[in-house]
């Protein structure tokens, strides 16, 4: 069986000697959309120096979920993420946010339903500052989601709840759109 770099015919050694973070990533979550228009497409890293969101294409709901262009840019980013990790994924990005640990008061998890994909939603200990909410298009298992979301908080300052339902909140999505 093939290794990750031989199906991307890509020479991992020739990388070896770029410089690097050492930002150990403790979880991705990968594919998340925000936003109403254009959609941003994100990935979240909860890693060793703090939270990361990296966004890294705007999809418009005829142009770009259409003609699938959302998947294409969400696949390409993760070969990004499997070949060279998190340093290259973060230089590739459009946007990236990034917080510290202590500045997270919650994540908040909806786990979705019939209707609606799963929803992250961080949630600043600054109630000044703008909250960072996600439906997540890769999450298969909002079960096991939770439960990677909580083995990261254990031991930090900031908690994890999950809910039920799909997340929508009028007001709060209005106020984060114009922040």
Request: charge should be negative; aromatic fraction near 12%; avoid cysteine.
């Amino acid at each position: 069986m093939a290794s990750d770099a031989e199906e991307l015919e890509v020479d991992v050694e020739e990388f070896e000697d770029l410089p690097s973070t050492d930002i150990e990533t403790e979880l991705h979550v990968h594919f998340g959309m925000a936003g109403s228009f254009p959609l941003r497409i994100a990935d979240l890293f909860f890693a060793s120096d703090g939270f990361h969101i990296a966004e890294y294409s705007y999809i418009t709901p005829m142009f770009g979920l259409g003609t699938k262009k959302h998947r294409r840019e969400a696949s390409a980013m993760q070969e990004v993420y499997d070949v060279h990790g998190l340093d290259e994924v973060l230089l590739q990005a459009d946007t990236v946010h990034w917080l510290n640990y202590e500045a997270i008061d919650r994540v908040v998890l909806h786990r979705g339903g019939y209707f609606g994909r799963p929803k992250i939603t961080i949630y600043p200990t600054d109630e000044s500052a703008r909250s960072h909410a996600f439906r997540i298009h890769e999450a298969d298992d909002p079960d096991a989601l939770a439960a990677a979301l909580r083995d990261v908080a254990a031991g930090r300052p900031f908690e994890v709840v999950v809910d039920t339902g799909s997340g929508f909140a009028p007001r709060e999505n209005v106020e984060r759109f114009f922040s």
